[in-house]
């Protein structure tokens, strides 16, 4: 975290009030304090001068000069009075703690007089009730002077010392000097502890109010940075970021998992949409291309099969008038037999090419059928062949299979030319397995279903126990006139007409095989989502 961090920024900033807030309360602290021991300093000076006026006046009023050097002596001597001195009227010291400097006369201009005495006119009283000054003494330092008045008593002028008091009120002062060296290095010692105090509290303050940013401002944002920062890289799968707070950053992180979740959902609804649109585009695109495909195949069936139905017809007709001329257990009748026979499946050839060529143009109507009811409709149509062929059904519908909007006819045909293809494909005889259920339509993401609403796909498996199907050739089978049989037994035209059906019903048709001994082909087709309707594709 650098300077410029919010937690560091809003710690130095609470800091520096802190500090200027403990200097200001310091400030006035120790100004008072200051105060108010000077205050008592000066108070007790006075209680002193006042003492020693009283000690000192009977001494005085019985004129002993000794007896009241003695006390002034005494009084200066004490520890923290720097001196005491009685000083006359005419500024001439009479008495003092220090003896040396008795019978000198004071200068009025000096620092402890100039408070009782204008600097132009020393010897004008002045009329001021404070008698306390504080100032420094050259010898001793700073220091605080208190003076008290002593006045002429009647006591004093009966004696025959002094004038009557009506003459003369004033006869000097006493001057009882203190010094203030205790009191400052007290003053001292309280502005270091109020220092001391003073930082130690702006640290701890600091400290705190930075250790509290860490928690409660400075770890929430550092995580919704991070989280917007993966989230502007792409990275919408962002988890939620803690907002058990009630207060701006829990407001400010359920915001944000506000949106993240909206963004989310937007993204997927989106990427949704992506798809279904991708999936349209891609099916259109292949039924473009398919229809494109086997439209051009449709017209040459068509044609060809127009073509070749007149003259059949002519040989179907002679054949059968040539038949009723000729013995029926003739050779001739055999041979006519022959023609008529192979006449008939040419016909039937020429009908499947009708059929493709009028399943790529015309859309099927569809209504509400049941696929169990169709497979069941298929392989009654194909039991007794079947069973020729010594093949076993075996048949498993679940139960509650949805309906299907489809052709009944056409999904029947497509059914039997699965069935057909089994029973083609296992000449020895085997068994088919027909297996009818409900799938979600997400177990088959990963084929390209055409675009439909439903959510729910009806699955035909049909498996048999055939030849099986080679792997070059998986791909192919569902090319029209693409076949594997001799030549005269398949037109290769029912897988690509049943792939046609099923792609027109919206659903699908896959086929697995092992290339020797299976084969399985299964049917994916949308369920019902809404009323019987007729649609035109």
Not at 64 to 73: G, L, P, T, V, W
Not at 176 to 204: M, Y
Not at 217 to 246: C, E, F, M, N, W
């Amino acid at each position: 975290m650098g300077p410029r961090t919010l937690s560091t920024r809003v710690a130095f900033l609470a800091g520096f009030l802190t500090l200027g807030g403990a200097i200001t309360h310091s400030y006035i602290l120790i100004r008072s304090q200051r105060r108010s021991i000077l205050a008592e300093v000066v108070h007790g000076s006075e209680n002193l001068a006042e003492a020693v006026r009283l000690a000192i006046g009977y001494e005085m009023l019985a004129n002993r000069s000794e007896a009241i050097q003695d006390a002034i002596q005494a009084v200066g001597d004490h520890a923290g009075v720097a001196r005491v001195r009685l000083i006359d009227k005419k500024g001439r010291i009479s008495y003092s703690s220090r003896p040396s400097e008795i019978g000198h006369v004071i200068d009025k201009r000096a620092d402890g007089c100039i408070q009782c005495h204008r600097a132009t006119d020393p010897y004008e009283r002045l009329d001021q009730q404070d008698r306390s000054r504080i100032y420094d003494d050259a010898e001793v330092g700073r220091v605080v002077s208190t003076i008290a008045v002593i006045r002429n008593e009647a006591g004093c002028a009966g004696v025959g010392c002094h004038q009557p008091p009506a003459q003369k009120s004033v006869l000097g002062v006493l001057d009882v000097t203190v010094s203030l060296a205790p009191v400052q290095a007290r003053l001292a010692a309280s502005t270091r502890n109020a220092v001391l105090l003073s930082l130690a509290a702006v640290l701890i303050i600091t400290g705190s109010l930075f250790f509290l940013i860490q928690q409660v401002v400075r770890q929430p944002i550092s995580r919704l940075i991070a989280a917007t920062r993966r989230v502007s890289a792409g990275d919408y799968a962002v988890h939620k970021v803690d907002s058990a707070g009630s207060d701006e950053i829990g407001f400010l992180a359920r915001s944000f998992n506000e949106m993240i979740e909206s963004v989310q959902t937007s993204q997927q609804d989106l990427e949704q949409k992506l798809t279904q649109k991708a999936e349209e585009l891609r099916s259109a695109q292949f039924q473009v291309v398919q229809a494109e495909k086997l439209s051009s195949v449709g017209l040459v069936a068509a044609g060809i099969a127009h073509e070749l139905n007149s003259p059949l017809m002519a040989i179907v007709t002679f054949a059968h008038l040539v038949q009723r001329r000729l013995p029926p257990d003739s050779q001739e009748s055999e041979d006519v037999r022959m023609i008529l026979r192979e006449a008939d499946r040419c016909a039937a050839i020429i009908r499947t090419l009708l059929d493709f060529s009028r399943d790529q143009s015309q859309a099927p109507e569809v209504e509400l059928c049941e696929v169990p009811a169709m497979v069941e409709g298929a392989v009654k149509i194909l039991g007794v062949e079947l069973r020729g062929h010594g093949i076993e059904i075996e048949s498993t519908i679940a139960a509650g299979i949805p309906l299907v909007d489809a052709n009944a006819v056409q999904i029947t045909q497509v059914l039997v030319n699965l069935l057909i293809n089994a029973m083609h494909a296992m000449p020895e005889g085997g068994r088919v397995t027909i297996t009818v259920d409900a799938v979600p339509k997400t177990l088959y993401e990963a084929v390209r279903l055409p675009p439909s609403s439903s959510d729910t796909l009806i699955r035909v498996r049909i498996r048999d126990t055939g030849t099986g199907i080679p792997d070059e050739n998986i791909g192919r089978i569902f090319d029209p006139f693409f076949t594997t049989k001799p030549v005269g037994q398949g037109s290769g035209l029912g897988l690509s007409v049943s792939h046609a059906i099923i792609e027109r019903h919206r659903g699908r048709i896959l086929v697995d095989s092992d290339g020797s001994s299976w084969t399985e082909f299964t049917l994916l087709i949308p369920a019902a989502q809404q009323p019987l309707e007729i649609r035109t594709q």
